[in-house]
């Protein structure tokens, strides 16, 4: 029997080991984790109204996802959202190194491999919806990769869920259907070749019909081609713009392409059909924004990953016990998710002991302006900045500001933009909008602007925030 290094003694247990750095690294980050931006208090904001009043338009891609973090939020506050999150990352990126382990990687490259993988995602692994996605694509890339055809089955159900929780089932709608044209035009396997194309492509096109199982119906649909045919977002939002040198994520995932591009088209003989779709389609989609960085890092990475270890095969594949390398022992991992989530069930407390704790930020957040906005209600509706709109009606229930952070349109973001960077006709707009309050950063230009203003009196001031409302209402307001 060949000897057992102590790397392949471990390999075993590398997804678990793997998975639960993942965990812990998500809980070392968990006010980041949470608050990078307003997004999570929105949706847990509008999933509150969801399970109060129930759905209502407009349609809402991640309404799932809006309800699940309500609830986690009545059950353990910030600390349960952040422990959830945090298992879902351990359990993607344990899925991640187990497919490359079964695929025949060697354990050293699907170590450094997983790894990687961590540090494309690292940057969005966010509570918010998308995290969801995330894990629903290394389910899906394990799922295609299967050597049983009888286990693709499950992506019917499995979109079913996915589009409830998050527009994200379009990408992986798109990998799907790569996958199924590069095996149907050119399969990896042979046999049973006739049988295969004909399960996969019924269970894609079921997979396709599975995603009208939403509240909204077609309407779902519309709406993401909309969303992703709206070339205003595309142009205001950070997170939508092509990777950039600014960022170490964005930077290591433009080596890999640039290094990947060059290869794939020199060695493309050796490269099944579907392989080749699914990697050229996460990097084209990558380039197009780095927020996407983090799918690739389930879909195109782990497929680079598996050819490079074809050009450069294990030897051998020694046995620890009764077990390969490509099997995997999940006890580890498994503990220590379940004592994450029993963590999060009690709020972040064990024994009457703070083990999590996650504050607001009250230099990111206007933690004090927004309670003294409850004690003395505001004139019309309140204005303030997209990311302190999902803060807003997460602090104060019930009351909305005037933009909207899940559901807008092109001109309302156009508007918000004139108001936040006082184009010309700003002033008139906010007459024209009935908007009576202003919660805006302390040295922000339009705070300035209104403190010179003898229609505005800015009667709240703290190191975060500044408040400003109007002395005398429009006639309209």
Not at 419 to 448: E, F, H
Request: hydrophobic share 55%; charged share 10%.
């Amino acid at each position: 029997m060949p000897s057992v290094f102590p790397m392949q003694r471990l390999s075993v247990f590398l997804p678990s080991l793997l998975g639960s750095a993942a965990i812990a690294l998500l809980l070392y980050s968990a006010v980041p984790l949470t608050q990078s931006d307003g997004d999570l208090f929105a949706h847990i904001a509008f999933g509150r109204d969801i399970l109060r009043h129930g759905l209502s338009a407009p349609v809402s891609p991640a309404w799932g996802s809006a309800v699940l973090l309500a609830w986690l939020h009545a059950l353990g506050g910030l600390p349960a959202i952040v422990c959830v999150v945090a298992v879902m990352a351990g359990l993607a990126h344990a899925l991640v190194t187990h497919l490359l382990l079964r695929s025949g990687v060697a354990p050293l490259t699907a170590l450094l491999g997983g790894v990687v993988s961590v540090a494309l995602a690292s940057s969005h692994w966010l509570a918010r919806p998308h995290a969801a996605t995330l894990l629903l694509l290394a389910i899906l890339m394990l799922l295609l990769r299967g050597r049983d055809a009888r286990t693709i089955r499950w992506l019917i159900p499995l979109f079913a869920i996915w589009a409830n929780l998050h527009g994200g089932w379009t990408f992986g709608l798109m990998v799907l259907v790569s996958h199924t044209i590069g095996e149907v035009i050119a399969p990896r396997q042979q046999d049973s070749h006739w049988q295969r194309s004909t399960i996969l492509i019924a269970v894609t096109g079921l997979a396709c019909v599975a995603t009208l199982a939403t509240p909204y119906g077609i309407a779902l649909q519309r709406t993401i081609l909309h969303t992703l045919q709206d070339g205003a977002l595309a142009a205001t939002v950070t997170e939508y713009q092509p990777p950039a040198l600014t960022s170490p994520v964005d930077v290591l995932f433009l080596l890999i392409a640039l290094g990947a591009l060059p290869i794939l088209i020199a060695t493309r003989a050796a490269w099944s059909l579907s392989t080749t779709l699914i990697v050229l389609l996460s990097i084209v989609v990558s380039l197009k924004a780095s927020r996407n960085i983090a799918l690739f890092a389930f879909t195109g990475w782990p497929l680079l990953v598996m050819q490079a270890a074809k050009r450069h095969p294990t030897p051998s594949v020694p046995s620890v016990g009764n077990l390969t390398i490509t099997q995997t022992v999940w006890w580890p991992g498994g503990l220590v998710a379940a004592g994450v989530l029993l963590l999060g069930a009690q709020g972040g407390q064990l024994w009457q002991r703070e083990m999590l704790a996650v504050p607001i930020d009250a230099t990111r957040f206007p933690v004090a302006a927004v309670d003294a906005l409850q004690q003395a209600p505001p004139p019309g509706h309140v204005l303030t900045t997209w990311a302190w709109s999902g803060y807003l009606p997460y602090a104060w229930r019930g009351h909305q500001a005037w933009f909207d952070p899940l559901h807008f349109t092109p001109e309302r973001m156009q508007q918000l933009g004139t108001l936040l960077i006082l184009r010309a006709g700003w002033r008139g707009l906010l007459d024209r909008a009935a908007i009576g309050t202003v919660l805006m950063p302390r040295r922000s230009a339009l705070a300035l602007a209104l403190a010179d203003d003898h229609a505005w009196d800015c009667w709240y001031h703290d190191r975060t925030a500044t408040i400003c409302r109007r002395r005398s209402a429009p006639d309209h307001l």
